[in-house]
């Protein structure tokens, strides 16, 4: 069955370094691809998507290419603030339609000051 | 407009009890999700209604797990002799379209003592 799988945490950075979050995925076809994020004490938010090979996600300074070839969708951002401080899920959805999200395990992302 | 809700925001019940858990989707939404977040597991999905009937309720883990909508819009997942296992987070997500960009609840912490 499909499935995605990231990078362990948790992470820590310093404010304004670069943060990688590493995703990979297992699926037939080409599925939607999804970063959600789940700050402190507050539900889970879809935080950007793609939806086809090369398609680039991005939203509040975060990005994530859409690699068919390498069945990656790494999260990106080049200067990390403490407010961004928060567990970071990839998630795909499959292209056959009405299906659930399968979500990765998660990664904790704390950034200091 | 408002989001999705959830009641209660935490519940602990000790084990062998039957427990209810409410989601109220946005207003509008026909698709509607139930999935768990457990320490170490991630996101797993439940069960997925579209209107009231339920097309896919593969996730359950045992039939123990029940959910029901009823007028396209309150769902109810209820969960019969409770064991420490079923301890986790519930969340439910609601979309516009069956593969529409899903809202998330804040979830219902479940704790089985």
């Known amino acids: 069955g499909d499935s995605v799988t990231q990078m362990e945490g948790p992470v820590t950075l310093s404010e304004e370094a670069f943060l990688t979050i590493n995703c990979t995925y297992t699926?037939?076809?080409?599925?939607?691809l999804f970063w959600y994020v789940q700050y402190p004490g507050e539900g889970l938010q879809l935080l950007l998507k793609?939806?086809?090979?090369?398609d680039k996600g991005s939203n509040k300074g975060f990005e994530a290419t859409y690699r068919k070839e390498t069945t990656s969708f790494h999260l990106e951002k080049g200067s990390v603030q403490v407010s961004d401080s928060a567990v970071y899920f990839c998630a795909l959805r499959s292209p056959s339609g009405n299906t659930p999200l399968v979500f990765g395990k998660g990664t904790r992302l704390s950034v200091i000051a | 407009g408002a989001g999705v809700s959830q009641s209660p925001s935490n519940k602990v019940t000790e084990k062998g009890k039957d427990v209810e858990l409410r989601c109220d989707p946005i207003?509008?939404?026909?698709?509607l999700y139930w999935y768990r977040q457990s320490l170490g597991q991630g996101l797993e999905f439940l069960i997925y209604f579209q209107g009231n009937s339920a097309p896919d309720k593969s996730g359950l883990p045992s039939d123990r797990f029940s959910a029901e909508r009823t007028g396209g819009s309150v769902s109810t997942l209820t969960i019969q002799r409770t064991q420490q296992e079923d301890s986790a987070v519930y969340l439910c997500?609601?979309?516009?379209?069956?593969?529409?960009?899903?809202?998330f609840g804040p979830g219902t912490r479940l704790t089985v003592t």
């Open positions: 997500a609601s979309s516009l379209l069956g593969d529409g960009e899903q809202y």
């Open positions: 207003s509008g939404h026909t698709a």
């Open positions: 793609a939806t086809k090979a090369d």
């Open positions: 699926a037939t076809g080409y599925p939607s």
